[in-house]
């Protein structure tokens, strides 16, 4: 069975302050995935890791994909207020019999204080 | 913006009844799946659809369990005999393709009194 330690489980801050998401397992995944939940909705894609110690970035969001493809991270720079809410990373099981199961980890509750 | 539909929204059901959630995928997916999320908890893998029958379940997933995709448009999730512990989000979520961006709907609340 393959697991997702996501840490921490509670994040509050400041706007304006870094902070870093972490997410690890002992699995090798084929990619690994950051969503973000808002309240009463379904978790909403933000993105993609693929090749190990690949990182990308979306505008002040930093993800990187451990090089064993085992571990990712989501860094935030100078957090704003409307980055409040729940990060999610998700895991694609490596090997031909996943088809395509998501295994997520328990999320990270963000609130970022003004 | 094509987006994955559920309905309802919230079902109070008592134990021991079913229930059939339902979902609208994107039209042109072809890999269907169903997550569950009890309160507090981490989203967890119900199940897996593709080319109209069952690709993979988890060990949650059992006998009570079932899923269809009547028409070529809905895909059901059915609790034969609910529990308590049955309650949760229930979420669908469809893909194009295996690696493609999973699109998940917002949810079903299924509340098991």
């Known amino acids: 069975t393959q697991l997702l330690e996501q840490s921490p489980q509670f994040l509050s801050i400041q706007e304006g302050e870094n902070l870093t998401v972490y997410c690890n397992s002992s699995?090798?995944?084929?990619?690994l995935q950051w969503y973000r939940q808002e309240p009463g909705e379904g978790p909403v894609l933000l993105v993609t890791?693929?090749?190990?110690?690949e990182v990308k970035k979306l505008k002040r969001l930093t993800f990187q994909f451990g090089d064993a493809r085992k571990d990712s991270s989501l860094h935030i720079t100078a957090a704003q207020t409307g980055d409040t809410g729940l990060y999610l990373c998700a895991g694609v099981g490596a090997g031909g019999t996943s088809y395509g199961k998501l295994t997520f980890g328990q999320g990270t509750i963000l609130t970022v204080h003004p | 913006e094509p987006e994955v539909t559920q309905t309802p929204s919230h079902q109070v059901t008592q134990m021991g009844q079913e229930v059939i959630l339902r979902c609208v995928p994107i039209s042109n997916h072809l890999y269907f799946y169903w997550y569950r999320q009890i309160l507090g908890q981490k989203v967890e893998f119900l199940v897996s659809?593709?080319?109209?029958?069952?690709?993979?379940k988890s060990e949650i997933f059992d006998d009570q369990f079932s899923v269809e995709r009547p028409d070529g448009s809905n895909f059901t999730l059915k609790i034969r005999s609910t529990k308590l512990e049955d309650s949760a989000m229930y979420f669908c979520?469809?893909?194009?393709?295996?690696?493609?961006?999973?699109?998940f709907g917002p949810g079903t609340r299924l509340t098991v009194l």
């Open positions: 699995s090798v995944f084929s990619s």
């Open positions: 979520a469809s893909t194009p393709g295996l690696y493609n961006e999973q699109f």
């Open positions: 659809f593709y080319n109209n029958e069952i690709s993979e």
């Open positions: 890791v693929v090749t190990g110690g």
